[in-house]
């Protein structure tokens, strides 16, 4: 029973980072009607953002988070606005391929700058929190912290999209895009703000993944499939299904390790994934957002 609930701490730890991913994969698909292969590289030059802060300044690991979030922020609306607005009316699957070319372009920009070694935030051992009440559950002070900062940005989020007229008019391009702009909705700015959102929530997906595990140059990539995987599941351009998405991906991918080696997790997200393009495409949040 301990094994079972140490296993489900670390399925919501890594619950959450996806769902910091998918969310943004969704609202870009929601959107712009493309799915963004860079997504992983932006959680990676997130994280490596996160890094750079903390080098220069010599603070605690958590000063990555808002200093990654605002500059992959501005990296994302600094792409948009060179490479995607201008090929934005093209066909779909040009955008794809721009996205994959720009996934190689910052991964290699990784690389050159911050070299391909395995990097961390903070040296030394982390000792965890024993829970005698729950059978002796071991907790970590930065899984708590991971997922109690995700579920406040899921919280900011959720009332971005239901109580600000830039929030409204989001969901409103992403149930209709045509009848949106006729409405005279500022699709530009809109875009622009999804681009932001997109961009901070991959950043902290990328610090937490590097506060947990370790920092190198495709740690985004490597992830990149789970993400999808959650916001498919949860309905693709469907922001809150793709948070319910990231904690079943995330959950499920750690509790397999009781019964397959651990490397073959990538494989439970991708059966999952399969399974619910052929039993139910639309995921499960159909026409809800």
């Known amino acids: 029973m301990s094994d079972i609930l140490q296993l489900l701490v670390y399925g919501l ?5 996806l769902a910091m991913g998918a969310i943004g994969v969704s609202m870009i698909f929601g959107i712009l009607r493309f799915a963004h292969f860079a997504h992983g590289d932006f959680m990676t030059l997130g994280a490596y953002l996160g890094l750079a802060f903390i080098s220069a300044f010599g603070l605690s690991s958590w000063w990555a ?14 792409i948009d606005q060179v490479l995607y607005r ?17 996934a190689l372009i910052l991964r290699s920009l990784v690389q050159l700058i911050w070299g391909s070694d395995n990097q961390t935030y903070a040296s030394g051992i982390q000792f965890p929190w024993r829970l005698d009440w729950l059978g002796g559950l071991r907790l970590k002070p930065d899984h708590l912290w991971i997922m109690l900062i995700s579920l406040g940005l899921v919280a900011g989020v959720h009332l971005f999209l239901t109580h600000t007229r830039l929030g409204k008019a989001m969901r409103a391009m992403s149930d209709n895009m045509d009848l949106a702009l006729i409405s005279g909705i500022p699709a530009e700015r809109v875009i622009m703000v999804t681009w932001v959102i ?22 985004g990539w490597t992830t990149l499939l789970p993400v999808f995987a959650a916001a498919i ?55 809800t957002v």
Do not use: C
């Open 13 to 17: 730890v890594l619950g959450s980072v």
């Open 65 to 78: 988070l808002p200093a990654a979030m605002v500059g992959m922020a501005v990296v994302a609306v600094f």
């Open 86 to 102: 201008r090929i934005r009316r093209t066909q779909p699957v040009i955008l794809l391929i721009a996205s994959f070319g720009m």
């Open 198 to 219: 997109g961009g901070a929530l991959a950043a902290a997906a990328g610090v937490f993944l590097g506060i947990d595990t370790r920092l190198h140059p495709v740690m």
């Open 233 to 287: 599941l949860g309905g693709i351009g469907r922001p809150y299904g793709a948070i319910a998405g990231g904690m079943i991906i995330g959950v499920s991918m750690e509790m397999s390790t009781l019964l397959i080696p651990a490397a073959y997790k990538p494989a439970v997200a991708f059966a999952i994934m399969v399974g619910m393009l052929i039993l139910r495409p639309q995921g499960i949040f159909k026409g």
